[in-house]
């Protein structure tokens, strides 16, 4: 509620209070004549749900926030002047996190979503100081009465890539400059991985690492690196359009993640991997409206219409775009997971075997990097 609403509301209570009053004629009955009626006849009308989102890079980066804004202006045009929504962008994954969190909630914000993985202990420690707030935690793992995860299966999309990659990539090695070392993006480097060697086996991939979530001159610089090494085909999981710059100034080429990056670079574009949040934001608003939102985690795909490769570049052969309808049709009718054995890491280990289809648990739980890939997982000696 704004500051004119309040003293609107405070306003009508106080002039219903001597209404009554003066319409009450004798003293006993003035005592017994309480204003409190007023106030909550008034309150639901004007009484807005406040959200808030923390973001960890600005609106503008053309990915992963930029996607999550679009998802936050989807609810408020949806649900209009039930809701009132507001943001902070480029809240670092740290002590500043806390700060930004409870001066939502003291702002009257009842729903916060903090949408990136390193806001977890901050989340967990602010919810469980403050139970009337529901958190939505995205790509998060820990939940609590009043926290609920989320994340949308960006390896599914990865995967679609990965095909186009093994259809496109002329020297056999395939590239992704990777964020932050944490299994969803090592998930996501291995599926683009899988995706390539679809379509041929031989497939190598090499992978640098930034170690943050958005800095695009050290995307961009890794991504040199990778075309230095003989990489013509790129992935990221950073959140910029910066590798995707990179491979339209050194003429090869590579995908947009978690939005459309098409315009960034209309030669070197094969692909983007879209990341659409506004269902899941519909069906979560929708339900705190309605006094049922409930934790759980929760991870919608392309089955959900959460995820999907789109504008795939006019020059990738009829054969590789179809491979790509079909994994996306399986996707969808739950016939295709991109985790199916045999499945065997860059030390030769079987991860999956023949047929196996992987679980929650291994799903999010995934430290090793699958045969092809150099190197091994930060962290890890590749064991
Ligand atoms: N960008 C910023 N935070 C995240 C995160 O938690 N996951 C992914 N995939 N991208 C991000």
Redesign the pocket.
């Known amino acids: 509620m704004n500051t004119l609403n309040k003293r609107t509301l405070l306003k009508t209570a106080a002039l219903s209070a001597v209404a009554l009053a003066a319409l009450s004629g004798c003293g006993k009955k003035e005592e017994a004549a309480p204003a409190a009626p007023a106030a909550p006849a008034a309150a639901p009308a004007s009484d807005k749900l406040k959200i808030a989102f923390m973001y960890?890079?600005p609106i503008g980066d053309g990915g992963?926030?930029f996607q999550h804004e679009l998802g936050r202006k989807a609810i408020q045009d949806k649900f209009g002047d039930k809701v009132e929504t507001s943001f902070v962008e480029s809240v670092p994954e740290s002590a500043d996190a806390e700060r930004v969190l409870r001066d939502m909630a003291a702002q009257g914000n009842k729903l916060v979503f903090a949408?990136?993985?390193?806001y977890q202990e901050f989340v967990q420690k602010v919810a469980a100081d403050l139970k009337d707030v529901k958190f939505e935690h995205?790509?998060g793992y820990k939940q609590a009465a009043n926290v609920a995860t989320y994340d949308t299966k960006?390896f599914e999309g990865a995967y679609l890539a990965g095909i186009v990659a093994g259809g496109m990539s002329k020297t056999r090695t395939v590239g992704v400059v990777a964020?932050v070392p944490i299994p969803?993006?090592v998930r996501?480097i291995n599926s683009f991985v899988l995706g390539a060697q679809s379509v041929d086996p031989s497939i190598k991939a090499k992978v640098v690492w930034v170690n943050e979530?958005?800095n695009p001159p050290k995307e961009a610089e890794a991504a040199t690196s990778l075309i230095n090494g003989g990489v013509d085909v790129m992935y990221q999981?950073t959140?910029s359009p910066a590798v995707l710059k990179t491979a339209e100034e050194r003429g090869v080429r590579a995908f947009g993640k978690?939005g459309d990056m098409s315009a960034f670079a209309p030669n070197a574009h094969l692909g983007s991997a879209v990341i659409d949040w506004s269902p899941y934001y519909a069906k979560v608003v929708g339900d705190a409206l309605a006094g049922q939102w409930q934790s759980g985690a929760h991870w919608w795909g392309v089955k959900e219409g959460a995820i999907d490769l789109q504008k795939i570049a006019a020059d990738v052969p009829q054969d590789i775009k179809d491979k790509v309808e079909k994994a996306r049709a399986g996707l969808k009718d739950g016939s295709f997971a991109v985790w199916t054995g045999p499945v065997k890491d860059n030390t030769g280990k079987e991860r999956l075997a023949a047929g196996q289809v992987a679980d929650l648990k291994f799903l999010t739980a995934i430290n090793f990097y699958v045969a092809g890939v150099e190197g091994n997982v930060p962290g890890t000696d590749g064991k």
Do not use: C, H, K, L
């Open positions: 960890v890079s992963w926030t949408t990136s993985f390193g995205a790509t960006t964020s969803e993006v996501n979530w958005f999981n959140n978690d």
